[in-house]
Protein backbone atom coordinates (compact mmCIF):
# COMPACT_ATOMS: atom_id res chain seq x y z
CA UNK A 1 0.00 0.00 0.00
CA UNK A 2 2.45 2.42 0.64
CA UNK A 3 4.70 1.50 -1.78
CA UNK A 4 1.96 2.37 -3.98
CA UNK A 5 1.49 5.40 -2.51
CA UNK A 6 4.66 6.41 -3.18
CA UNK A 7 5.15 5.62 -6.63
CA UNK A 8 1.89 7.63 -7.43
CA UNK A 9 3.56 11.09 -5.71
CA UNK A 10 6.58 9.89 -7.75
CA UNK A 11 5.15 9.65 -11.13
CA UNK A 12 2.72 13.07 -9.84
CA UNK A 13 5.70 14.74 -9.66
CA UNK A 14 6.80 13.53 -12.75
CA UNK A 15 3.86 14.92 -14.52
CA UNK A 16 3.81 18.17 -13.47
CA UNK A 17 7.32 19.14 -13.73
CA UNK A 18 7.07 21.49 -16.21
CA UNK A 19 4.43 22.95 -14.54
CA UNK A 20 6.80 23.15 -11.38
CA UNK A 21 9.82 24.37 -13.78
CA UNK A 22 7.39 27.18 -14.75
CA UNK A 23 6.48 28.59 -11.60
CA UNK A 24 10.28 28.26 -10.83
CA UNK A 25 9.73 27.79 -6.85
CA UNK A 26 13.47 28.12 -5.13
CA UNK A 27 13.24 27.18 -1.17
CA UNK A 28 15.82 28.74 0.81
CA UNK A 29 16.39 28.66 4.09
CA UNK A 30 13.70 31.26 5.50
CA UNK A 31 11.20 31.49 2.84
CA UNK A 32 9.54 30.46 -0.83
CA UNK A 33 10.72 32.50 -3.64
CA UNK A 34 8.73 32.43 -6.47
CA UNK A 35 9.48 33.88 -9.91
CA UNK A 36 6.59 32.83 -12.27
CA UNK A 37 6.68 32.88 -16.35
CA UNK A 38 3.97 35.56 -17.63
CA UNK A 39 2.51 31.75 -19.02
CA UNK A 40 2.59 29.78 -16.43
CA UNK A 41 -0.80 29.06 -16.27
CA UNK A 42 -1.20 28.10 -19.82
CA UNK A 43 1.61 25.76 -19.26
CA UNK A 44 0.00 24.21 -16.38
CA UNK A 45 -3.65 23.92 -18.37
CA UNK A 46 -1.36 22.59 -21.05
CA UNK A 47 0.37 20.31 -18.65
CA UNK A 48 -2.66 18.86 -16.69
CA UNK A 49 -5.41 18.14 -19.72
CA UNK A 50 -2.69 16.66 -22.07
CA UNK A 51 0.75 16.47 -20.37
CA UNK A 52 -0.33 12.42 -20.75
CA UNK A 53 0.46 12.66 -24.45
CA UNK A 54 4.75 12.62 -24.34
CA UNK A 55 4.35 15.25 -27.26
CA UNK A 56 2.39 17.72 -25.20
CA UNK A 57 4.24 16.83 -22.19
CA UNK A 58 7.99 17.33 -23.74
CA UNK A 59 5.88 20.70 -25.83
CA UNK A 60 5.12 22.14 -21.64
CA UNK A 61 8.67 21.27 -20.80
CA UNK A 62 10.15 23.31 -23.46
CA UNK A 63 8.00 25.91 -23.03
CA UNK A 64 8.69 26.57 -19.38
CA UNK A 65 12.30 26.37 -19.48
CA UNK A 66 12.13 28.44 -22.69
CA UNK A 67 13.28 32.66 -21.92
CA UNK A 68 10.41 34.82 -21.03
CA UNK A 69 11.63 37.95 -22.66
CA UNK A 70 9.45 39.57 -24.70
CA UNK A 71 10.60 41.16 -28.33
CA UNK A 72 12.14 44.07 -28.87
CA UNK A 73 10.23 46.67 -30.80
CA UNK A 74 12.18 48.90 -32.35
CA UNK A 75 9.71 51.91 -33.64
CA UNK A 76 11.56 55.01 -35.23
CA UNK A 77 9.86 58.24 -34.69
CA UNK A 78 8.86 60.49 -37.60
CA UNK A 79 8.25 63.39 -35.37
CA UNK A 80 10.14 66.55 -34.99
CA UNK A 81 12.47 65.16 -32.95
CA UNK A 82 13.89 63.15 -35.45
CA UNK A 83 13.45 65.25 -38.13
CA UNK A 84 15.56 67.59 -36.16
CA UNK A 85 18.22 65.10 -35.97
CA UNK A 86 18.51 64.28 -39.17
CA UNK A 87 18.87 67.98 -39.78
CA UNK A 88 21.93 68.30 -37.46
CA UNK A 89 23.22 65.07 -38.78
CA UNK A 90 22.93 66.61 -42.48
CA UNK A 91 24.51 70.15 -41.12
CA UNK A 92 27.46 68.09 -39.61
CA UNK A 93 28.56 65.99 -42.49
CA UNK A 94 28.01 69.24 -44.93
CA UNK A 95 25.67 68.44 -47.01
CA UNK A 96 23.13 71.85 -46.01
CA UNK A 97 24.74 75.16 -45.38
CA UNK A 98 24.52 76.52 -42.29
CA UNK A 99 22.10 79.08 -43.80
CA UNK A 100 19.28 76.61 -45.22
CA UNK A 101 20.11 74.79 -41.51
CA UNK A 102 18.81 77.77 -39.48
CA UNK A 103 16.23 78.46 -41.86
CA UNK A 104 14.87 74.30 -41.59
CA UNK A 105 15.19 74.59 -37.96
CA UNK A 106 12.60 77.22 -37.61
CA UNK A 107 10.24 75.74 -39.67
CA UNK A 108 10.92 72.51 -37.58
CA UNK A 109 10.38 74.05 -34.32
CA UNK A 110 7.01 75.80 -35.69
CA UNK A 111 5.24 72.93 -35.90
Request: with cysteine.
Amino acid sequence: MIDSLVMFLLLLFIYFIPSIVALNIRLTKKNIITDKKTNATSIFVLNFFLGWTLVCWVIALVWAVSDDSKPKNIVESKGKDSSLDLLKKQFAEGKISEKEYKKKKEILKEK
